[in-house]
């Protein structure tokens, strides 16, 4: 649980993270506030957040929760009120007209609309921020092909936006976001926009950049299997704080704050509501507990071994165990079956190896 932190008690990451990786985006103490027909709205308050080079850092809320305006600190879209946003070393509230032109060569960002130019057709999208960047024809030519190919799309240069299906239009957003080869990549709900084969299709390409190129991918979206897919960082984010981040590993298996635990729960189903609960009590009778399954316990049949030594009997009602990142966690919900005393011995011995909760 090393990795994992919240904001409240714990200011701003070091330079360095855990992994030794330097920092590519830093937020201190950001705030946001905006005056809109006299009405006070505070969109973002008092950030703090670390993302490191070659992260895939999510960030995730409900709507209205501050993540559009945290993205658009990045590359100077908003400013914040208080506060200051880092990109690669530069203060992008400090810089210059000329500064900010440059600084936003180095930051790509992709839409969930996509935001492609109609009446350009692919090839000339891709090129429109080259040509922005005073690259020449030789060279604009060469670099589109190149990201045509990458991005799956090599036969597609002379046709228009219109005749491309909504991931293929997206495909040729990453393409032009990444023309200028930047060193991060912010997607505004880049696949909210696209059904769930696409999505998965547009996310691997994300992956692909990320690995490949080494870019840095900041992303914003209220779909929690997104995170889940392609994040090892997630922050989540409600009434514009961040209310808890960390590794995705960790935030997942044991989310702290109640919002996370929606989150959580929205993608995976291994802890029982408490319908569930009450539907399960009626056909059966016993000790119902809960059993947290974490990756480190993950090669020790503690269940049979306590099961042999207690005289006892476990009967799984509900659960699940998933993989993430390569390790697994999930949750149990078993039923105990023997006499009083044999049930409360295997609860200890059950307690001494592993998180558990009554249940029911
Ligand atoms: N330009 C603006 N003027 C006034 N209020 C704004 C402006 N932009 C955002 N807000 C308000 O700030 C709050 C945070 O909005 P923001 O768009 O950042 O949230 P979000 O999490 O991205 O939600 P959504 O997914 O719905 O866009 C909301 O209450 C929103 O109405």
Redesign the pocket.
């Known amino acids: 649980m090393a990795s994992k932190s919240n904001v409240l008690d714990q200011p701003v990451q070091p330079l360095n993270d855990a992994a030794g990786r330097d920092e590519m985006i830093r937020f201190e103490n950001v705030s946001k506030i ?1 005056d ?1 027909r006299g009405e006070r ?1 505070q ?1 973002l308050k008092d950030v703090n957040l670390s993302v490191a080079r070659g992260d895939i850092f999510g960030v995730v ?10 993205l658009r600190t990045i590359n100077g879209l908003e400013i914040p009120s208080t506060g200051k946003v880092l990109v690669d070393g530069a203060d992008i509230g400090a810089l210059n007209g000329k500064q900010l032109s440059a600084a936003r060569q180095n930051i790509g960002m992709i839409f969930q609309q996509f935001n492609l130019l109609l009446s350009r057709n692919i090839f000339q999208n891709i090129a429109y921020p080259l040509r922005l960047a005073g690259v020449s024809k030789a060279e604009t030519k060469k670099r589109v092909y190149e990201l045509l190919d990458f991005v799956g799309l090599g036969d597609k240069a002379k046709a228009y936006p219109e005749q491309l299906s909504g991931g293929q239009k997206q495909r040729v957003g990453i393409a032009r976001a990444l023309a200028n080869r930047p060193a991060v990549l912010i997607c505004d ?1 880049a696949t909210s926009a696209l059904d769930p084969q696409t999505t998965g299709e547009v996310l691997d390409l994300l992956k692909k950049v990320n690995r490949e190129y080494g870019i840095t991918i900041l992303l ?1 979206t ?1 779909e929690m299997d997104v995170i889940r897919k392609i994040c090892n960082k997630v922050a989540v ?1 409600e009434g ?1 704080t961040v209310v808890e981040h960390g590794g995705v590993y960790e935030v997942f298996s044991d989310p702290q704050a109640p919002v996370t635990s929606r989150f959580v729960s929205s993608v995976l189903d291994h802890r029982p509501g408490t319908e569930a609960i009450e539907h399960i009590r009626k056909t059966h009778r016993g000790q119902l507990v809960q059993i947290e399954v974490k990756d480190e316990g993950s090669s020790d049949p503690f269940l049979s071994r306590i099961a042999r030594k207690r005289n006892v009997d476990f009967n799984i009602v509900y659960g699940g165990v998933n993989e993430l990142q390569s390790r697994v966690f999930g949750s149990l919900t078993v039923e105990l079956l023997g006499s009083g005393p044999d049930i409360e011995l295997a609860l200890d011995d059950l307690a001494q190896v592993a998180e558990i909760r009554k249940a029911g």
């Open positions: 905006f809109s709205v969109a809320g409900y709507s209205g929760a501050g993540k559009s305006t945290l709900e914003i209220h984010m514009g």
